[in-house]
Nanobody
């Protein structure tokens, strides 16, 4: 059974930083995509940053480029999202998700079937 458990959310002032973590268990695929998604109140869930493990390519949504960094530590089965220069509009519940055999539209949440429970990020102005 695949499980993804996020942690690291919290409250921070604008301009601050947070580091999210996602521990994955029960997953045996070697060619897959894994990444971070977020959903703010009354908004659709959106892709933030994704890494395609098989291709070694990372993707970021435009609004976080240059501020967020996604990284994967295979030895710890962990995915991270370093978030710097946070803005109030980054406030949302952040989810970790993964999907095997995905090769296009990696930032589209609808492509993913395995999700964590989410962690809240709140950025105050």
């Amino acid at each position: 059974q695949v499980q993804l458990v996020e942690s690291g959310g919290g409250s921070v002032q604008a301009g601050g930083s947070l580091r999210l973590s996602c521990v994955v268990s029960g997953y045996t695929h070697t060619d897959y995509s894994i990444g971070w998604f977020r959903q703010a109140p009354e908004k659709e869930r959106e892709g933030v940053a994704v890494v395609h493990v098989g291709q070694g390519i990372t993707y970021y949504t435009d609004s976080v480029k240059g501020r967020f960094t996604i990284s994967l530590e295979n030895a710890k089965n962990s995915l991270y999202l370093q978030m710097n220069s946070l803005k109030p509009e980054d406030s949302a519940v952040y989810y970790c998700a993964t999907e095997p055999g995905l090769y296009s539209r990696l930032l589209s949440p609808r492509q993913y079937h395995y999700w964590g429970q989410g962690t809240q990020v709140t950025v105050s102005s």
